[in-house]
């Protein structure tokens, strides 16, 4: 069964520095990985997006790493700013339909 | 084009009533998921739906919970005789095709048991 963890559970940050938020799995046979953002109270806004194949995404300020064989993905946040404040979920989809989600990093960017 | 729609956003039951929460894809999807968030937890899948068909309820509770997407409207969540324990977050998120692409998610609905 595919378990996902992410560390930390909580980071709190201040504002102009970057980050990297981290999350493994146990079994390397995904379609793809997800990062989400969540903000509370909210909806999942999804940030990137990695197929099983390629080994990083890139969106703005945010980059997204995929190493497979070790069950690695990190996400990599410049310059941080207050507005990046909110909880990250990453998710892989593994044969089937489910995605398996981690329990999140709550980040916390201070002014 | 409008994203995910989930109603009602706040539901609240007391044991023993029903819970009924909608879920509009987005324009264009067929697929659909249901997702649940206990307090403290990370999101569980729960089922899998394309119109009028279940393709993967391997999460759902065996007992008291049911889903459809019938031909005309929203997905569906049932919940039957509510529980405290199913007072959490329930999202829906839907898809073009399944495999791998993206899911969209709505907002949310969010369950309190009393």
């Known amino acids: 069964k595919q378990e996902v963890t992410q560390i930390p559970a909580a980071l709190s940050v201040p504002e102009g520095e970057n980050l990297v938020l981290n999350c493994s799995f146990t079994d390397s046979a995904i379609y793809n990985l997800q990062w989400f953002r969540q903000d509370p109270g909210k909806g999942l806004t999804s940030l990137l997006l990695?197929?099983?194949?390629?080994r990083e995404q890139t969106s703005g300020r945010l980059n997204a790493s995929l190493d497979k064989s070790s069950g690695r993905s990190t996400l990599y946040i410049a310059a941080s700013q207050p507005g990046d404040s909110a909880t990250y979920l990453c998710?892989?989809?593994?044969?089937?339909?489910?995605?398996?989600f981690g329990t999140g990093t709550s980040l916390t960017v201070i002014p | 084009n409008a994203g995910v729609m989930q109603n009602p956003r706040h539901l609240v039951r007391r044991r023993g009533q029903e819970a009924r929460l909608r879920c509009s894809p987005m324009?264009?999807?067929?697929?659909v998921y249901w997702y649940r968030q206990l307090p403290e937890e990370g999101l569980k899948f729960m089922v899998y739906l394309q119109k009028e068909n279940i393709i993967d309820e391997s999460g759902m509770p065996k007992e008291r919970f049911s889903a459809e997407f019938p031909k005309e409207g929203p997905s569906i969540l049932r919940i039957q005789q509510v529980v405290r324990g199913d007072s959490a977050a329930y999202f829906c998120?839907?898809?073009?095709?399944?495999?791998?692409?993206?899911?969209?998610f709505g907002p949310g609905t969010r369950l309190l048991v009393l």
């Open positions: 998120a839907s898809s073009i095709y399944s495999g791998e692409e993206t899911q969209y």
């Open positions: 990695i197929q099983s194949s390629q």
């Open positions: 324009k264009g999807h067929s697929h």
């Open positions: 998710a892989v989809k593994i044969t089937g339909n489910q995605f398996y």
